[in-house]
């Protein structure tokens, strides 16, 4: 499996401005408190590697003290754990406590299958930004998790290889476009990076770096706009370099990939602030090589990216013990030493802004000893998130684009129109389950 | 077995002075209760509970949040609709038949070509070979196919190397027509050994009078494979090639391995596939449940209608 999904992040805002009134009947029965009358103990669904070690500190430390005692069951990442919370959800027996990415939260909440915790969790929005703090709440008064890591999208590549073929760091896609066909001049069997329509969320992450909203509401609809013009922009644009054959169109995570990475076949990577861990992996031998940049603008002088990935740990409306379960998901996303232990096990880049430049974040990834001030730039880089839009129907559009994206990059055909099959499977989809559309 | 005391229960003077009929009625089913209940349990429920769901659905309201606005409702005939009209799936049943046209002859031609050399009289290192040939099958179907992944994959393929070397053209095995030959290989190259143990098997069952007979007859080696062996193990043949046509139509792992490796394989190239993303990738198990069951009618219909056709051929063989 693909290293990076486990941590696959998104940091931004969920623009779902959903009626408060259409959840407030959801989660808000007060269950009955575990935590002050005997031992309590949690089960808790996670993907993150290590997680086990991270929750042994709160077992030992915290947990001992109030006797609530956690058990991690380690889970398969993405939309596959989404279907069996769901299932659990069904027979009434959710985990008390799930790991969920955040564009999973719209279609748990529409299940009824996450607690609001606001009343628990309250105090944790001040740990975090505005626009990571709000996909948690989906524009309500409720909080339906808490955030645990982000991934704002950059731009990696190799510095020693941009410096033999004379290319400099593109600030702007046109000037990205540019040094792909440079490369290509300079060097015709290299590619500047490739297409991969392996993982819908790093086209996700492009889409919302350049504005695109894919999932809003209008009263008491739906508005998809999946091939909005923002992100037929950037359809086009990737759809353009792939049929010109100024850029590969070989999915990534795979041995081929690898290799290109790490034999410099392909000196550059459009990816999140995990990348150094995957390049670790991937790509060993050009350790010290990589140098990270801000994502390219679509308009010289803008600052904006986009995420790829993140994930929170939300309690579920199963749990008998909702006061213990969101007491543990607090302290594992806000305090200093389990962050740290997360940093250290998992790898994450955690949401909570205070932990993203101290303990295991005040010095650079080993990977990216060259670059001193690499988190530094990173939490200026996170900053800029825009904001994002997620639906209940996420899974529909992104088994759809690794379908039709898949095909297109390999006829090097319209990307455009694989944008529109996307958009109206999407829809089919939602009219289909019976939600209310907008056209 | 002629003691006195294993004579059928029933029979004359009730050796054991057995009490009324009626328990005797009832222990048959005593003895089949376990088997019932297993059978109940595992099976037929669960395929009923399938069935069930596939004629359900789930009904969203307005904005679908909060919760009541979803509910379970009856959906007559239209998962069926829906499936039947889907042309994913109706592509993917071209893929795999594609693939199974390739898959099956191969796979059984090279099993009873096998089981024939090594049934040969004068046979070399016979044990060592069966196993190596007989090895594959013990491979799980995923190492097999992320093995073979490896060594399609032009870059890092010890093919291509080698092909490079030499200035031939490399091809894209994971891509078009290349893409069947590729995923094909894989079931054969899995699957071809254990066809032949069953047919090899077969072939060490018929009686040596027979051989020898057609020896004293004149018959050369090549005469006594197609004429006598060949006839004689046919029923194995169809046995084998009925679990091929079953194993054909549930092909999964293989294209799940080798799709993040390729463009050319989507998340539903064969119909499991797209069952297994309705169900799992996009968390619509009522769809995914009508789909099965029409794939399981469609297996069933096709591999007891070959059974069917290749039972009266061997009958009206048998009768001339």
Redesign the interface.
């Known amino acids: 499996m ?1 290293y990076t999904k486990r941590r696959r992040l998104v940091s931004s805002a969920v623009a779902v401005a ?2 408060a009134t ?6 808000s029965s007060s269950d009955d408190d575990g935590a002050a009358s005997g031992p309590v103990t949690l089960t808790y669904w996670s993907w993150a590697p290590g997680m086990d070690k991270v929750v042994d500190l709160w077992n030992k430390g915290p947990g001992k003290e109030r006797q609530i005692t956690v058990t991690v069951k380690k889970q398969a990442s993405g ?2 754990l ?2 069996k919370i ?2 659990a959800h069904k027979a009434g027996k959710a985990p008390d406590l799930v790991q969920a990415e955040y564009q999973a939260l ?2 748990l ?4 299958a996450l607690a609001d915790i606001s009343g628990e969790v309250g105090d944790a929005k001040k740990e975090f930004a505005d626009g990571v703090w709000q996909q948690t709440t989906l524009g309500t008064d409720a909080v339906y998790a808490v955030p645990q890591d982000i991934g704002p999208m950059m731009f990696f590549y190799r510095e020693d290889l941009f410096q033999k073929y004379g290319l400099t760091v593109p600030t702007t896609w046109d000037e990205f476009a540019d040094t792909a066909r440079k490369l290509k001049k300079a060097a015709p069997d290299k590619d500047l990076t490739t297409f991969s ?2 993982d819908s969320g790093l086209f996700a992450g492009l889409a919302q770096q350049a504005g695109a909203q894919w999932w809003t ?1 209008s009263g ?3 508005k998809v706009g999946i091939n909005d013009a923002a992100t037929k922009k950037v359809a086009s644009f990737w759809g353009g370099l792939v049929k010109e054959g100024a850029i590969d ?3 990534m ?4 990939w690898n ?2 990475l790490d034999t410099g ?1 392909q000196i550059a990577w459009v990816s999140a602030v995990w990348a150094p861990g995957t390049l670790t992996t991937a790509a060993p031998a050009t350790k010290g090589k990589w140098a990270m940049a801000p994502l390219p603008q679509w308009t010289k002088g803008e600052n904006r990216t986009g995420s790829w990935g993140g994930s929170s740990t939300a309690v579920t409306t199963d749990s008998k013990h909702k006061d213990a379960a969101a007491t543990f998901a607090a302290w594992l996303n806000t305090d200093a030493r389990a962050l740290n232990a997360l940093a250290k096990e998992s790898g994450i880049y955690p949401a909570s802004t205070a932990a993203q430049t101290s303990g295991a974040f005040a010095t650079p990834p080993e990977f990216f000893a060259n670059q001193p001030d690499f988190y530094t730039k990173a939490a200026e880089i996170a900053e800029t998130t825009a904001p994002s839009a997620w639906g ?2 996420v ?2 559009a ?2 759809t684009f ?2 039709a994206f ?2 297109a ?2 006829n090097k055909s319209d990307f455009t129109a694989a944008l529109d099959a996307m958009q109206e499977d999407t829809v089919a ?1 939602l009219k ?5 559309v907008a056209e | 077995m002629k003691s006195p005391a294993r004579r059928p229960h029933g029979a004359q003077g009730a050796p054991y002075g057995r009490p009324s009929r009626s328990r005797a009625r009832q222990a048959p089913y005593l003895f089949l209760v376990p088997a019932i209940v297993l059978f109940v349990l595992f099976f037929a429920l669960p395929i009923g509970y399938a069935v069930w769901l596939s004629f359900r659905k789930v009904q969203v309201s307005g904005l679908g949040l909060g919760a009541g606005a979803r509910e379970e409702v009856w959906a007559g005939l239209e998962n069926y609709a829906g499936a039947l009209s889907d042309s994913e799936l109706l592509h993917g049943a071209l893929r795999v038949l594609v693939y199974g046209c390739v898959v099956v002859p191969v796979m059984l031609g090279l099993a009873l070509l096998f089981a024939l050399m090594l049934d040969a009289e004068r046979v070399r290192l016979a044990h060592f070979t069966r196993l190596a040939i007989f090895l594959p099958y013990a491979v799980p179907g995923v190492v097999a196919a992320l093995l073979w992944g490896f060594l399609y994959l032009p870059s890092v393929s010890p093919f291509s190397f080698v092909l490079d070397a030499l200035g031939l053209p490399q091809p894209d095995l994971l891509d078009g027509g290349p893409l069947y030959g590729a995923l094909s290989n894989i079931a054969v190259w899995g699957g071809t050994g254990f066809n032949m143990i069953v047919i090899y098997t077969a072939l060490r069952a018929v009686p040596a009078e027979v051989y020898e007979a057609a020896k004293l007859d004149g018959a050369t080696p090549l005469q006594i494979a197609l004429r006598i062996k060949i006839p004689m193990v046919a029923p194995s043949l169809v046995l084998t090639f009925f679990f091929s046509i079953i194993a054909t139509l549930q092909v999964f792992s293989e294209p799940t391995t080798l799709k993040p490796l390729t463009n050319s394989v989507s998340t539903t190239w064969s119909p499991l596939m797209k069952v297994y993303q309705d169900a799992f990738g996009n968390g619509d198990i009522h769809a995914a449940a009508a789909q099965a069951t029409l794939i399981a009618v469609a297996t069933l219909v096709l591999s007891f209608g070959f059974l069917r056709t290749a039972n009266r051929r061997t009958k009206q063989e048998a009768g001339r």
């Open positions: 693909p959903l009626g259409a959840l407030a009947a959801c989660g939309d596959t989404v279907t769901l299932t719209p279609t909440v529409s299940n009824d329509a392996n509401t008491d609809k739906w169109n070989q999915p995570y795979t041995p081929a290799k290109a076949q209940p129907n899974n529909v992104y088994t690794k379908n898949g095909a990059a390999k989809d289909k389950q019976g939600f209310g």
